[in-house]
């Protein structure tokens, strides 16, 4: 039996509107479980530029005990309420959506991990910029001396796997401990991901690591945020420093 | 005139037929070797290449797989007379989409981390060939407790093969299995790690190595 044409019709609109309907219930119904599981993602990629998280590790509780954030702007001031009054919460600032408008105007969370004394052990700021097939994210932990690395995690959206994608690795990140942003001069000079991978250990300075074999545009967009975002830090770092 | 053809029983059915016949068990049965979908019918093979690195995303992978394939079987062929002939392929791709969405969610909400390393690979089984085929091959003229077998012998068929690899994979290419770094236990301290096991052209080798061994035993040439 050749069916008619209304009768196809309908029956894709049915099918249309019940499995429609099946995969809205499901989004809004794991909804509010999803955003949970981003979250704790967030603070455990924010941990993990100063420490090692562990599966089984309370995320939560270590992050609530551990770090403080607060909200600055380019001058390096701190931004408590938003043009509404509301206060603004580094946790929920959107990176990406901050990546959109000029420097300018863009809002920088800042994250305060606290040693066991209270005082601040370590800056963590995020950092995000464009790799090779997409965008490519993570958080740099400086030191209180406000110029050496002390840990660095990296996250990306479509990098080639075995290639680029390496920069998520604890190997690739654990490469930046150590290593200055700044030159004995306090001139920013970041620090970059050399072209290739295997250079002699000589070659590398304070303010280079060994790069990524297959992978130099990825490496580049590293360092391109890297330097972009240690920049536009660099007025509310002076600020405390002084 | 389409449905009607397809309604034609492949195997003649008796009216007391138990839930697992001979002929029942054959469907379950011949996918896991003699008609295996990754090394005869050689579909499926970009997850399988890319999503072997290490047993435990390839386990969630295979559930997931698994999952599809037997309730996109089952719906399929539940509503196999309603669908329209014309667009019977939109139809299955349909239900193979919001179903693979659904694995998707759910990955999401429970097993966050799997979710990030799987990523594309879960919404790239829609396109996996094996479950458009077995849909259109099978669930579209079979009854329904048929195809739930079917879509299981597919769905096992598959989950095998590509655990097969990653334990090669995971094995030569890290030292360890689900994580567990086996060398370091039975005191081999300085294992060279295989950086080929490690990209997609050492899965390649492996499936290749499966396939020629199974067919060396089973004589199967293609034509």
Redesign the interface.
Known sequence: ???SNA??II??II??IV?GG??SV??VG?GP??KV??E??TKKSILGAVMEVQKTDDVLGIYDQKIESLVVDIQGNQVETDESGAPVVAENISIEKNYKLPPEERLYPVFLFKGDNGEVDAYILPIYGNGLWDVIWGFVALDKDLKTIKGAVFDHR?ET??LGARIAEDAVQSRFVGKEVYDPNGTLVSVSMLKGEGNAPESLDVHTVDGLAGATITARGVNNMLQNYLEHYQSYLQKIAS | ????TLEQPIVKKERSESLLSKRRRKFVTDPLNDDNPITIQVLGICSAL?IT?KMEPTLVMSIAVLFVIVFSNLIISVFRN??????RI??QL??IA?LV??VN??L???Y?DMY?VLS?YVGLIITNCIIMGRLEAFAMGNKAWDSILDGFGSGFGYAWIILAVAFFRELFGFGSLFGFEVFKAIGIENFPNNGLM???IGAFMIIGIIIWIQRTKSGYVEH
Do not use: C, H, W
Request: aromatic share 8%; glycine share 4%; net charge positive.
């Open positions: 039996m050749q069916q009768y196809i029956f894709s099918t249309t499995l099946l995969l499901a989004s794991l479980r999803q599981q981003v704790l993602d479509g796997p075995g | 005139m389409a449905t009607e890319a690195l309603l669908i329209p002939n014309r667009v939109i139809v349909a239900v919001s969405t659904l969610e759910v999401k909400a429970y966050y990030k594309v490690v990209t997609p």
